[in-house]
């Protein structure tokens, strides 16, 4: 059993960046890939970003290419979301997810555990 914890979101003005992280206890962190996802009020979750056990691989949502790094430090159990140019629309509750899986990782239901999301608002 993983659990993952992301950190505190924020408000942000657009154009502005951010940094989010999620730390996972439980299970072999290095074993799992890790993604990102955001669900915005009355839309179905959205892929952001994954990456995979060894950080070698990165995939992102066309939504947030070039905008948007995803790293991990296995020893510190730890994956990062680091946004820029922030704009009205980034604006979600963001959830880490961890998947045993190589393929489909744009796909909530290819995730194997969940966080419980933290607010990111941006301010136009």
């Known amino acids: 059993q993983v659990q993952l914890v992301e950190s505190t979101g924020g408000l942000v003005q657009a154009g502005g960046s951010l940094r989010l992280s999620c730390a996972a206890s439980?299970?072999?962190?290095?074993?799992?890939?890790m993604g990102w996802f955001r669900q915005a009020p009355g839309k179905e979750r959205e892929f952001v970003a994954a990456?995979?056990?060894?950080?070698?691989?990165?995939y992102y949502a066309d939504a947030v290419k070039g905008r948007c790094t995803i790293s991990r430090d296995n020893p510190k159990k730890t994956v990062f979301l680091e946004m820029y140019s922030l704009k009205p629309e980034d604006a979600a509750v963001y959830y880490c997810?961890?998947?045993?899986?190589?393929?489909?990782?744009?796909?909530?239901?290819?995730?194997?555990?969940w966080g419980q999301g933290t607010q990111v608002t941006v301010s136009s």
């Open positions: 997810a961890a998947s045993l899986r190589l393929h489909g990782l744009a796909r909530p239901d290819s995730y194997d555990y």
């Open positions: 439980g299970g072999v962190f290095s074993r799992y890939t």
């Open positions: 990456i995979a056990w060894s950080g070698g691989d990165t």
